[in-house]
T-cell receptor, first 113, second 114 residues
Framework: GEDVEQSLFLSVREGDSSVINCTYT??????LYWYKQEPGAGLQLLTY?????DMKQDQRLTVLLNKKDKHLSLRIADTQTGDSAIYFC?????????????FGTGTLLAVQP | EPEVTQTPSHQVTQMGQEVILRCVPI?????FYWYRQILGQKVEFLVS????????KSEIFDDQFSVERPDGSNFTLKIRSTKLEDSAMYFC????????????FGPGTRLLVL
């Protein structure tokens, strides 16, 4: 079945770059997403990438997709303390037109001042 | 893009009681989802709802769960007889049109079953 995995924890210093990694199993996924969840809050969509793209950049965020290895990464440049949160990658599941999202385990990013 | 709002933000209930969680779209959307997140675990898909019908449901979405859109606006998730393991954060999401087929999530309802 569809599965998405992430490392659980990442700690960086303020001003450094953060790279959060994700692997997925469904090679047919058309879209992959990154969501951010701050403590006690909902899921905020950060960015997405279409499966025929290798890279997408949006201000401080860079998404890299290696479709052959089914590997997705999110790079945050100049990481700030406000970036501390849990980051979820998600793929759009197959099965009809439902577009349900399959989420990873989430990576807790801790930014040290 | 505006998201959805959810009520209540928190609910505490006794085991065996019925709860109704509400999702209020900002505008007239057709495609909705419910997800849940048990503390410390993954966000899991429960059900998708399109044009007033269930489109797909997961194994979690058993007979204790139901969804409806009673007044054409609010979108509700009902749990008939809550169990301790239903304690979780429940998120409603709506499908945005356009590229990316993105889903925008509400702030969630934190349900605690005692």
């Amino acid at each position: 079945g569809e599965d998405v995995e992430q490392s659980l924890f990442l700690s960086v210093r303020e001003g450094d770059s953060s790279v959060i990694n994700c692997t997925y199993t469904d090679s047919s996924s058309t879209y992959l997403y990154w969501y951010k969840q701050e403590p006690g809050a909902g899921l905020q969509l950060l960015t997405y990438i279409f499966s025929n793209m290798d890279m997408k950049q949006d201000q401080r965020l860079t998404v890299l997709l290696n479709k052959k290895d089914k590997h997705l990464s999110l790079r945050i440049a100049d990481t700030q303390t406000g970036d501390s949160a849990i980051y979820f990658c998600a793929e759009k599941g197959l099965g009809g037109a439902t577009n349900k999202l399959i989420f990873g385990t989430g990576t807790l990013l801790a930014v040290q001042p | 893009e505006p998201e959805v709002t959810q009520t209540p933000s928190h609910q505490v209930t006794q085991m065996g009681q019925e709860v109704i969680l509400r999702c209020v779209p900002i505008s007239n959307h057709l495609y909705f989802y419910w997800y849940r997140q048990i503390l410390g675990q993954k966000v899991e898909f429960l059900v998708s709802f399109y044009n007033n019908e269930i489109s797909e449901k997961s194994e979690i979405f058993d007979d204790q769960f139901s969804v409806e859109r009673p007044d054409g606006s609010n979108f509700t998730l009902k749990i008939r007889s809550t169990k301790l393991e239903d304690s979780a954060m429940y998120f409603c999401a709506r499908l945005a049109g356009g590229p990316g087929e993105t889903q925008y999530f509400g702030p969630g309802t934190r349900l605690l079953v005692l």
